[in-house]
């Protein structure tokens, strides 16, 4: 069983900066695959940016490519989403989720642990 925890979310200028925190229970969070997902009212929840289990793979939709910066550090149980350049359009609820892989995994049905969302709101 894993338990993620978001934290960083907020309220944000457009070109503004956030980052995202996601830290996991457990003492075997190297095996997970990550992911940050995000979801807008009445929207799918999709994938923003995904990363394997040692950090040396990842996967960014192409919204937030040169924006957006996924990491992780397995001795801290953490992974981060750095958000750069901060667009109206980038305002959701951001989710964290962990999968037993040691693969990028981009698909949200693949997931089995979800954090409980943050929510960032960028202003124009």
């Known amino acids: 069983q894993v338990q993620l925890v978001e934290s960083g979310g907020g309220l944000v200028q457009a070109g503004g900066s956030l980052r995202l925190s996601c830290a996991a229970s457990g003492r075997t969070f190297s095996s997970y695959g990550m992911g940050w997902f995000r979801q807008e009212p009445g929207k799918e929840r999709e994938v923003v940016a995904a990363?394997?289990?040692?950090?040396?793979?990842?996967y960014y939709t192409d919204a937030v490519k040169g924006r957006f910066t996924i990491s992780r550090n397995n001795a801290k149980n953490t992974v981060y989403l750095q958000m750069n350049s901060l667009k109206p359009e980038d305002t959701a609820v951001y989710y964290c989720?962990?999968?037993?892989?040691?693969?990028?995994?981009?698909?949200?049905?693949?997931?089995?642990?979800w954090g409980q969302g943050t929510q960032v709101t960028v202003s124009s």
């Open positions: 989720a962990a999968k037993l892989s040691i693969l990028v995994v981009t698909r949200s049905s693949e997931y089995n642990y």
């Open positions: 990363i394997n289990w040692s950090g040396a793979s990842t």
